[in-house]
């Protein structure tokens, strides 16, 4: 049965991504990163899965219904216990969960694997209620030094990366736990005060993809937005070099840089 799951995920997952690709992603976004393979086949698996189980559910509904039909006038024959059946179905949901809990750690593993040495590293700093990026590039030979951008409600910030080479994004929180989510990555990571997480993947699609915290982190949690730019080698390189021009050059100093704190939309204050 399990091999029949993992064949009919594989030829489902075979055909995502060509078109529209909505009936064969089952609701999944178009996909951006080196990681999203998995997750894809794990969240068809357990449709699959889900699917199999309905089947026999619905299965056993009818044939109760067609097999047990009044056929004589009376009361049927009663049962108080029936062992057996009892034993089924309260080993039955084990198995299944069994079952679920193994593939999604053997996906986690996959999705969450380190890469030995990233071609770039960036410090991603979550606050209320904006984002922060802080490119390190201090190894490119072509930028050699720290850049940085920093969003706010009004103004989200920009996050450019170049497509094809692998990222790093260490998550920093200044304040409450956010999470960072890009919804075309299939995946996302807590950002927690004190706890220094990170995640790595390459990105595979240019584009720009919508970004978000995905904790619920005060009153502006909704507009803690950001986009995502997957661009060229050349324009990632543009892009920090504008970034050089206006001077946001160095380490981000988080909550004591007044740069980096978002402001509230005018008339807000006060709550
Ligand atoms: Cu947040």
């Not at 004190?194 to 990105?203: C, H, K």
């Not at 920090?240 to 980096?260: C, E």
Request: proline residues 7%; hydrophobic residues 40%.
């Amino acid at each position: 049965m399990l091999a029949g799951l993992g064949v009919g995920a594989l030829a489902l997952a075979g055909c995502a991504d060509t078109g529209p690709g909505l009936p064969s992603r089952l609701g999944l976004p178009p996909a951006a990163s080196d990681r999203t393979p998995y997750t894809h086949h794990l969240w068809i698996g357990a449709w699959i899965a889900a699917f199999g189980v309905g089947a026999a559910v619905w299965g056993m509904i009818v044939w109760c219904v067609v097999r047990y039909r009044r056929r004589k006038p009376g009361i049927p024959r009663q049962n108080r216990y029936n062992l057996p059946i009892e034993i089924f179905y309260t080993v039955t949901p084990f198995i299944l969960i069994g079952v679920l809990f193994y593939f999604t750690v053997l996906t986690q593993d996959k999705v969450q694997a380190k890469v030995a040495h990233p071609d770039h590293t960036i410090t991603v700093v979550a606050q209320k209620w904006n984002w922060s990026f802080n490119y390190q590039e201090q190894n490119n030979p072509d930028i050699g030094q720290a850049v940085w951008e920093s969003g706010t409600i009004e103004h989200p910030a920009d996050l450019y990366l170049p497509v094809g080479q692998s990222v790093r994004f260490n998550l920093r929180s200044v304040d409450v736990i956010h999470s960072f989510w890009v919804p075309a990555f299939y995946e996302k990571l807590d950002v927690v005060p004190g706890r220094d997480n990170s995640l790595d993947l390459t990105p595979t699609k240019e584009g720009v993809f919508a970004g978000k915290c995905a904790e619920l982190c005060g009153t502006y949690h909704s507009a803690m937005l950001f986009n995502v730019h997957i661009v060229s080698q050349s324009e990632y390189e543009a892009h920090l070099k504008s970034l050089i021009a206006k001077g946001q050059t160095g380490q981000l100093q988080t909550l004591q840089n007044p740069v980096a704190v978002p402001q509230r939309p005018a008339g807000q204050e006060g709550h």
